[in-house]
Every structure is written in structure tokens, then in C-alpha cells.
């Protein structure tokens, strides 16, 4: 038999053990993207190549970067771009390469063997410089190229650093001289995060080769703490502590006590070596001494600045400072780096890609894609501290490409599957494309296609879930309960994360193109609108919702046609009336509105939004009819996506352009008449497919027994729908008309963004309500606590830790608008506060309404806003926003827990229970303890939030596996598998 000259899989080899020879030469970063290119012409020569599912988000990603190429606007950060975007591109193609190849082709084996080589000749190299810290080699790139480039290139600190290889950096960090190894590298924290990176690997390599490996690998690993502690890197050790912690936390959950005892051992040694050696002495000095903690804290103060700038793409590279010897804006972490760069959609998409593929390799038994996940999370925890866009992107892109080939395997296509493809629509296409055969199909959730949100496929039962169904039929009816509610929750959730991130972009357009003076006007105007939006509903809407859901449940779909005439003719006269006198009275709108004279652009404002007022309270009746009739999505595209999306995109082109006070309120007003064209269509479609017949059915428009059931239901409403907006917009009015336009656009700006939060509670509202009204018909009671009570839990869950996190980080968080905004750090700490009370009582009010007290909820929103209103008069005129803070505190209070007092004592219905203590005393332990103890330590400061939050993240998430089911968590799951079988169903029936 032949032998082959090269073995299988030698380009992916080649790729890193060349590394170190061609730092030698000084091109280490300089080959990297001339090995993507060969890679890449390898792909080109292939009959197929492959990708994994969602592998459209990285797609995403790498457009954008393209698309900040217009923010460049000089040569040097061109080529800075040039540079970076050639290493992401390369990166991509190793991925490709890798995860296409076969098993045969590429072996793992050697891919790990790659890296376990790399490993160790890194850790080699980190003795290197521990002992020659000064030598520095003669560099022929750096030669060659000086002849070559421009001097205004060759001169670039960057370029030196890059072609000029050296053993280590001599710096005085801790008062006296020390030699911090980057042997391999172009400088000490690139060395320090790769080895770490790279150390998973050499875990796998211990199970995977011989005896001998083993033995070397296991005396490298203790001796690699010498070069580590050396290198004075903060970074690297926080991340080889979380891989310790993670290891030995994933081990104990799966039982693997053997595995605990070896970690225990090995970090037992390692604290003794380093306390009885000087080893120790470096730790505590260096933690002693932050010799750049005040410069980074500078660097990212002044990235999150530039980002206000340049929110959607960036500057294309880093930024300049005013220092002409200090490093660019940018630089110093992967997060900064793609805020600078890339803008805000970058970073999404980039921590988009990494988080899915942190989530699908979570739960795999295979020792291998359990360490490719512990790389993944080492790069996350990594991502604040250095920018990663070199080696360790190139590991990280190994690493992917490993798990997701062994994932696929282990899933195997069904037979005719590769060429038979079912796309949804455009969101599949962004969200998953996939050449020839991805090995993981995808097809979109049925809500995609919109109006057959209630038509879903059902796998058969096997033998074992008949028989247990049969036994505890409750217990399966609970569970189907709770399964609809996370299936419909899951695109409320979906919009309401849209509306809380284009909510957040909205506060940023408006706070940073007015200033806080003119975005308190702005405010006003919206907040003015919403009210006489509530008012002109008349509470129409949730009548509609509960009607529309009784006539279904009920099976008297014949009378919808007249239930919408009941609801939508007197709510199109009351809201064109309304209409009429806002435009009318504007003037007077407006003195009243702000302290002293009214200004003439809040009276533009209000005249120009007055005509829009018709539109948009027909919109909100006629999307909650939809969601009476099952259908969430027009609710969602419309209220939540597309309405949210236009309003901050037109307000910034208006802005940019340089038009004034009527073009902003047209921007923000156009979405409004959009979304009422949308509705009307969306609704007939509903209504044709729902009435038996069609919408033209022999039947009398209104009727006096669907007039007076619809009426006397919702009139009391309209009454309670007044007051709910007065609660949630009057104060900031107050602050205008007490205090000034600055404060009141500062409250709003804090209390915008407190709401935002909010947008869990909006979305399980629009599913719990519909099928709370259906138990309650039926009398179902014990349905409809197991239903509020579990999804309480769930928005709790989900909730706490962001409001936990704002209220101990609120001086960071508000500054984010603008240094004129920091007045309203301590209102936002109070209202997230506020708001986790409002959480933990879950949707109480709508559950009250759908037990068809509405009296009951008039009486308790009178109440609430009679108290906000009485403490924002005395409190606002002493006090000031923080006044109005705590007026709101107080009626957020009473809106929440005066009703669930009446729903416990009354209908025997409460959201807590066990799982609710296991969630408070699990966001209190994490997000709370460490995010003090973080503020304790760096103060208020950007590291310490995105460090506490990314340790409190592990833990909490740690915490809830432990105890899913308790808070029936594995319903998720049990979703996401009934989603696979009918997609397998969908892509295996006949044509």
C-alpha cells in the first residue's frame, strides 16, 4: 500500500505549529490571513462545503464589518481595518474548513494534537522569557518591510510590535523590574489569554493519546503556573479560575465526584507550590498595585463615548486619543474594541454567534465539545480585558469547528434530507443558511409565517409518555398549560427584546441629537400622547382580548364580526374627538406641561401628533383582537418590531440631515399610521379564517346582548386604562411643570429605561391573558394557578438580575446618554427597585381582569395614580427627579400589591411558591453579592459591572440547572424537541 507523503488534515496542522517559526521571522500576524487565503482556495476546490445551523448570525456579523468601512477616515485606521477585518475573515475560513472536512480528511486527533503542540510550545516560550527577558531577535520582516512600506506605516508603535520579536516586556509594575513572558507572541497578555485558551486542549489531549503525552502534558500544566504568575496577567488568572470553578461545577452536577477530587487535588498543590514560593508574593503584589486600571478605566469611559457617536457602525477601527503616546480607544478588549468598530450591532451579532454556540454545546455528553465549550466561555470571560483578534480568535474558530462537526455527527440528516430545504421566509434565511448540506437543517417556528400561529405540528407519543399521561392526567394537563404559554411567550419574547433594545436606541437618538432640554420637551409630547391614546381606547382593547378569546373558547365565532363593530365604531368617534381637542388647545397643553413659558416647539410637537391619535388608538384595539383570536404575531410585528424600529431610524436621518422640531414629530409619528394600514389587513385575514362562512355571514351587526357584555366589561376599564397611563407618563410631566425641561428629560430618559425592562411582563401578558380568560370561563381555577404561578416564576427569573444589576451599577449605566444625564443615576437605582416588586408579582392585574373584575381593577388603578400624584406634587418641587422617583416607587407598589392581595384572597390565586424562593435567593446571592462585592473592589466603574455580570451570570446559571425542575424549566426543552420532530415530520412528508 502507498503511503501518503502528507497525513490527512496537514494544512489545519501546519497552521499552528508554524506559528512559532514564523514569529521567529517576525510574521506571525502577518501569515495568518496568507493562510486563510490558501485555506480559502482549498474551500473553492471542494465539490461542497457545510455550515452549521444560525451560522447566518456570524454571516451578520461579518457584513457589518464590512459596512464600517464607510466610517473610515484615514489612512493609518484603514489599514488598522484592513488588518482586523482580514483576521476575522480568516478566521471564518478555518471554521469552514475544519467543520466541512470529514472526519477522514481532517482527523480530530490531529486538529487536537495541533493545538496541544502550540500549547506547549507556548508555555515553553513563557520560560523563555522568564529567564532572557531582555533578548530581543534580529527581525527580518521588520527589515524588509521598513525598506518597503511608507515611514508613516513602519513608524506605527503597532508595526514594531508585530514584526519585532522579543522573549518579554520589562516594566516596573510592581517598583522593581520585571520580565512578563510574550515569547510567541507580540505581547504579554496575547500569551497569557491563548495559553489559557489553548489549556482545554491539553486536557483532551490527556484522554485522548498515550501514556507518555499524558505525563509531559501533566508536568507542563503545573509548571505553566511559573510563566503565568510572571506575567503579572490579571486576566489569564481570572480566566484559569473560572475554568477550574466551571470544571469541577459541571463535574459534581453530572456526578463525576473522581473528576472533583482531581481538580480539588491539583488546585491543592498548585495554592501550596505558590505560597511557599515567591510566586506568591508576585499574586499579592500585583494585586496590590493597578498599574493600568486607571488608564483602562479612562480608555473604556472614552470608548463608550465615542460609541454615543457612532451607535450603528462604528468608526471602522480603534480611535485616536488626545495622547499622541497612548494607545487608540478600542484596543484594550475584544468588547471595546467591536463597540468602537462595529457599532452596537456588531457586538450583538459577534456575542450572537458565540452565545448559541455556548448554548448547543452546553448540554453534550462527549468529553471533547464539553472542552470546546470551556473555551467559548474562557473567550467570553476573556472579551472585556484584551482584544482577541489573533491567535485566540484562530483558537476560539478551532474550538467552534471541533464541536459543531462532533454535534452534527451525532445528529445524522434523515435520508433525502440534504436536498429537500424548507425556507420560511427572510428571517430563516439571515438566521440560518447553509450551503449544499448543513447537517443540521433548520426550518422557522410556525409563527413565522404569521397567521397560523395556533397550527402546530405534534409528535407521536412513545409508549412510556401514553402511560404516564394516563396516570397523571393533571399533572399533562399542567404541562401542556405551561408548554403553550412558553410557545406563545417565545415570540412575545422575541418582539419584546426587540422593543426594549430599538427602545434603548430611541433613548440614545433623542438623548445625544437634543440634549437633555429638548429630549424632556420631546418627552412630554410622547408622554401627553400615550395618555390620550389610553383615553381614547376606552378600554377597548383588553375588552377585545377577553372577548374575542370567550367567543372562541365558547364556539360562538359568529359573533365576532359584531363584537368588532361594538368595539371599534365608539372608540374611532371618542379618539377623533380627543384628536380634535389636542390640536385645539395645544398652547394651553403646553404652558401647563412646562415651568414658565411654554416653549413653541412642545406645541408643534403635540399639534402634529394630535391627527395620529385616531390611528393609533385603532391599532391597539385592533391588534388585541387578534390576540383574543390566538394570533400574536401582528401584535408583535407591528407594536413591538416594526413600529419601534422606524421611529429612532427616521428621527436620526431627520436629525442628521439638520431638519428641526416638525420633521423629528413626523419621524416619529409616520410608524404609527403604518402600523394601522398593517393591522386592518392582518385582522381581516383573522377574521375571514375564523367566522364560519367567511366575514359575510347572515348576522345582525350589533346586537344588545354583545353591546352590553362587551361594555360593561370594558367601560370600567377605559376608566382604569386612563389612570394606568397617568401612572406610568404623568410624572413625567410633573417633573416638566414643576421642576424644568432638563429634569423632565432626564427623569424620562431613567424611567424609559427602567420600563424597558419591563418587556418580559409585556410579553407573557399577551399569552397568559387569553388563556386565563379561558380557564376562568370554564372554571378551571387550578389550570390558571399552575399557569400564573410558573410563569411568574419564569419572568422573575429572567427579570431580577437586569434590575438587580442596574440598581448597583446606576452611575455607569446612565451614563451611557451623556454626562447631562448623570442626575438621574440615583431615580434609576429607585425605580429598578420598584421594579422588581413589580415582577414578582407577575401579570396580576390581567389575571384580575380576566376574572372579569374590572370594577376591581378601576378601584386599585385610582388608587395607584392618586398616590403617585400626591407624592410627585409634594415631593417634585423639594426634591426634584428623585422626588418623582419615589412618587413612582409608590404607585408601582399599590398598581401590583393591592391586586394580588384580592386575586390570593378572593380567587385563591398567587404567583409564589418554592420556585419563587429559589429564584429570589438565587438573583440575591449572585447578582446581588458579587455585583456589591464588584462595586465594593473597582467602584462604579465599567469593568466592575461587565466582570460582576459575567460572574454572576455563570453562577446564577449554574444555580437554575440545579433546580429546572422545580421551576419546570425542562418544559423549554421539551418544546425545543417537539420542534425538532416536526420539523423532521415537515421535511420528510411527501410532496
Not at 366589561?713 to 401612572?727: C, G, M
Not at 394557578?785 to 446606576?810: D, E, G, K, N, R
Not at 415631593?875 to 401590583?896: D, H
Request: hydrophobic share 55%; with cysteine.
Amino acid at each position: 500500500m502507498r503511503r501518503r507523503l502528507l497525513s490527512p488534515g496537514w494544512p489545519v496542522y501546519f497552521f499552528f505549529v508554524s506559528l512559532p517559526i514564523a514569529w521567529v521571522f517576525g510574521l506571525a500576524n502577518i501569515v495568518l490571513p496568507l493562510y486563510g487565503v490558501l485555506m480559502l482556495l482549498g474551500l473553492l476546490l471542494r465539490r461542497s462545503v457545510r455550515v452549521p445551523p444560525r451560522f447566518g448570525i456570524w454571516l451578520l456579523f461579518l457584513a457589518w464589518v464590512a459596512a464600517s468601512a464607510l466610517e473610515i477616515d484615514s489612512g493609518s485606521r484603514a489599514v488598522a481595518y484592513l488588518y482586523r477585518g482580514s483576521l476575522y475573515l480568516t478566521a471564518t475560513v478555518l471554521f469552514i474548513y475544519i467543520f466541512s472536512s470529514s472526519e477522514r480528511a481532517v482527523p480530530t486527533r490531529l486538529v487536537v494534537k495541533a493545538l496541544t503542540v502550540y500549547w506547549a510550545v507556548a508555555v515553553v516560550g513563557g520560560f523563555l522569557g522568564v529567564a532572557f527577558a531582555n533578548v530581543t531577535l534580529p527581525s527580518f520582516a521588520h527589515y524588509v518591510l521598513s525598506h518597503v512600506l511608507p515611514p508613516s506605516l513602519t513608524e506605527v508603535g503597532f508595526f514594531h510590535d508585530i514584526t519585532t520579536p522579543g522573549f518579554a516586556e520589562v516594566q516596573r509594575i510592581l517598583g522593581f523590574p520585571v520580565g512578563r513572558p510574550k515569547t510567541f507572541f507580540n505581547y504579554t497578555n496575547e500569551w497569557g489569554s491563548t495559553v489559557v485558551l489553548l489549556t482545554p486542549f491539553a486536557l483532551i489531549a490527556m484522554r485522548m493519546f498515550g501514556r507518555v503525552w499524558r505525563r509531559v502534558i501533566g508536568a507542563l500544566l503545573l509548571l505553566s503556573l511559573i510563566p503565568l504568575v510572571f506575567s503579572l496577567n490579571r486576566g489569564a488568572w481570572i480566566a484559569l479560575i473560572v475554568l477550574v470553578a466551571y470544571a469541577a461545577i459541571r463535574f459534581a452536577a453530572a456526578g463525576d465526584y473522581r473528576a472533583v477530587r482531581a481538580i480539588l487535588a491539583v488546585v491543592a498543590v498548585a495554592v501550596v507550590v505558590t505560597l511557599a514560593t515567591p510566586l506568591g508574593g508576585l499574586i499579592v503584589s500585583r494585586l496590590q498595585h493597578g498599574h493600568s486600571d486607571a488608564g483602562r478605566q479612562t480608555r473604556d469611559i472614552a470608548a463608550l463615548e465615542l460609541v454615543q457617536q457612532s451607535p450603528v457602525f462604528g468608526f471602522g477601527a480603534p480611535q485616536p486619543t488626545s495622547d499622541p503616546t497612548a494607545p487608540a480607544v478600542g484596543t484594550h478588549g475584544q468588547v471595546f474594541l467591536l463597540l468602537v468598530s462595529q457599532g452596537i450591532p456588531g457586538l450583538v451579532f459577534f456575542l450572537g454567534w458565540l452565545a448559541y454556540s455556548f448554548i448547543r454545546t452546553a448540554s453534550r455528553g462527549s468529553p471533547l465539545v464539553f472542552w470546546c465549550h470551556v473555551v467559548i466561555l474562557l473567550f467570553l470571560v476573556q472579551m472585556p480585558f484584551y482584544e482577541l483578534t489573533a491567535f485566540q480568535l484562530m483558537v476560539l474558530a478551532a474550538a467552534l469547528a471541533l464541536a459543531w462537526r462532533e454535534i452534527v455527527a451525532s445528529s445524522p440528516a434523515p435520508a433525502g434530507q440534504a436536498t429537500r430545504r424548507a425556507w420560511p421566509g427572510w428571517l430563516a434565511i439571515a438566521l440560518a443558511p447553509r450551503a449544499r448540506t448543513s447537517g443540521m437543517p433548520w426550518t422557522a417556528p410556525a409563527w413565522l409565517g404569521g397567521l397560523r400561529a395556533r397550527e402546530r405540528l405534534q409528535p407521536a407519543r412513545r409508549p412510556r409518555e401514553r402511560a404516564s399521561a394516563e396516570a397523571e392526567p393533571t399533572a399533562h394537563v399542567h404541562r401542556s398549560d405551561l408548554s403553550n404559554v412558553a410557545r406563545g411567550g417565545a415570540l412575545g419574547i422575541a418582539g419584546g427584546i426587540a422593543f426594549g433594545v430599538f427602545g434603548f436606541v430611541l433613548l440614545l437618538v433623542v438623548s445625544h441629537g437634543l440634549g437633555a432640554t429638548l429630549a424632556g420637551i420631546f418627552f412630554e409630547a410622547v408622554a401627553l400622547f400615550m395618555i390620550f391614546t389610553r383615553i381614547a381606547q376606552i378600554g377597548a382593547d383588553v375588552g377585545m382580548v377577553r372577548a374575542m378569546s370567550r367567543l372562541v373558547a365558547l364556539g360562538r365565532q359568529h359573533d365576532i364580526p359584531s363584537t368588532l363593530a361594538t368595539g371599534v365604531l365608539p372608540v374611532t368617534g371618542a379618539s377623533a374627538l380627543l384628536g380634535a381637542c389636542l390640536f385645539a388647545f395645544a398652547p394651553t397643553i403646553a404652558d401647563l406641561a412646562v415651568s414658565g413659558s411654554a416653549p413653541e416647539s412642545l406645541v408643534s410637537y403635540i399639534r402634529i401628533f394630535a391627527p395620529f391619535l385616531v390611528l393609533a388608538a385603532l391599532t391597539g384595539v385592533l391588534v388585541s383582537a387578534a390576540r383574543g383570536l390566538g394570533a400574536l404575531a401582528p401584535f408583535v410585528w407591528i407594536e413591538n418590531i416594526c413600529k419601534p424600529a422606524l421611529q429612532p431610524l427616521l428621527i436620526f436621518i431627520m436629525l442628521a440631515l439638520g431638519f428641526g422640531t416638525a420633521a423629528v414629530a413626523f419621524a416619529w409619528a409616520l410608524p404609527v399610521a403604518l402600523g394601522f394600514a398593517a393591522a386592518i389587513c392582518w385582522l381581516a385575514l383573522l377574521v375571514a379564517r375564523a367566522v364560519p362562512g367567511g366575514v359575510l355571514v347572515e348576522r345582525r351587526w350589533t346586537t344588545v346582548s354583545v353591546f352590553t357584555d362587551f361594555w360593561s366589561f370594558a367601560f370600567p376599564r377605559a376608566i382604569a386604562a386612563l389612570f394606568q397611563a397617568v401612572v406610568a407618563w404623568i410624572d413625567v410631566i410633573l417633573v416638566g411643570a414643576l421642576a424644568s425641561a432638563k429634569a423632565a428629560g432626564i427623569y424620562a430618559v431613567a424611567s424609559r429605561l427602567t420600563l424597558l425592562g419591563a418587556l418580559f411582563l409585556r410579553a407573557l401578558i399577551l399569552v397568559l391573558g387569553p388563556q386565563v380568560s379561558s380557564f376562568l370561563a370554564r372554571g378551571e381555577r387550578a389550570r390558571a394557578q399552575v399557569v400564573y404561578q410558573v410563569s411568574t416564576w419564569w419572568l422573575t427569573a429572567i427579570s431580577w438580575p437586569a434590575y438587580v444589576t442596574i440598581a448597583l451599577f446606576a452611575p455607569v449605566v446612565i451614563r451611557i446618554f451623556g454626562d447631562d444625564f448623570a442626575a438621574g443615576a440615583t431615580p434609576l437605582a429607585i425605580l429598578s427597585l420598584a421594579m422588581l416588586v413589580s415582577m414578582a408579582c407577575g401579570p396580576v392585574s390581567v389575571v384580575l381582569l380576566m376574572a372579569g373584575k374590572s370594577s376591581w381593577n378601576l378601584a386599585n388603578t385610582i388608587f395607584a395614580a392618586a398616590l403617585a400624584i400626591g407624592l410627585d406634587i409634594v415631593l417634585i418641587p423639594r426634591y426634584g427627579v428623585v422626588g418623582a422617583a419615589i412618587g413612582a416607587t409608590a404607585g408601582i407598589a399599590a398598581n401590583n400589591l393591592v391586586p394580588l392581595f384580592q386575586v390570593w384572597r378572593y380567587l385563591g390565586l398567587h404567583p409564589l411558591g418554592k420556585g419563587f424562593a429559589i429564584v429570589a435567593s438565587s438573583v440575591a446571592l449572585t447578582y446581588g453579592l458579587i455585583g456589591l462585592i464588584g462595586r465594593m473592589l473597582l467602584g462604579a466603574t465599567p469593568l466592575a459591572l461587565v466582570l460582576s455580570a459575567a460572574l454572576a451570570t455563570l453562577a446564577y446559571g449554574f444555580l437554575l440547572y440545579r433546580e429546572r425542575e422545580t421551576l419546570n424549566l425542562s418544559v423549554l426543552r421539551d418544546i425545543a424537541r417537539v420542534g425538532r420532530r416536526a420539523r423532521t415530520e415537515q421535511l420528510d412528508a411527501p410532496e
